[in-house]
């Protein structure tokens, strides 16, 4: 019985399930024909607009954004999609603070609802830095299939890990 990291917390039918696709060598075109749709956001400058657009969108009134970044050095494998960060700086006698996201570059050629699942996870982070229920509640808001997007998400990690294995 082949252990699923990313599938950890969901119940043992489902994980059966994604084994038995694996068993198949189905999984992938299972994804390819549920998540067909390829995203254009290829440079950290398109990244950048395509997440300030849904920033606008969905939460005008937070912090500003200073820096958004495909980054070749996060580790899927070691549970970190994307991140966000504040940095702050003494200049004179005041206190800067930027805001910056980073997302895994595996997600260059990922699937575009991918895409935006992470890029909406971190920009709920703005508001709420905790993984809690009003956070889960922006997520919903900013994208109503989040829940089933991850589920997603983690079957893809799941054959990118098993395809190399």
Known sequence: MTALKYLAGYPAA?????????A??????WLQ???????????DRQLYDYTQALKERYLRQSVP???VTYDSK?????????????????????LRSSREIRIASVFRDAPAPFL??????????LKESDHN?????????MEPDYHLL???????LTHLETRSD
């Open 24 to 29: 198949a060598d189905r999984l992938g075109t």
């Open 14 to 22: 489902l994980q059966q399930q994604v084994r038995d696709l694996i």
């Open 74 to 94: 996060l580790q899927v494998l070691k549970h970190a999609l994307g991140t966000h960060t504040t940095v702050s700086r003494v200049q004179g006698s005041r």
């Open 33 to 43: 024909q549920r998540y067909v749709q390829p995203h254009e956001v290829r440079s």
């Open 116 to 125: 935006k699942m992470i890029v909406v996870h971190e920009l709920a982070h």
């Open 65 to 67: 954004l200073s820096k």
């Open 150 to 156: 991850e589920l997603g998400l983690r079957m893809y």
């Open 133 to 141: 229920k009003a956070f889960y509640q922006l997520c919903t808001h």
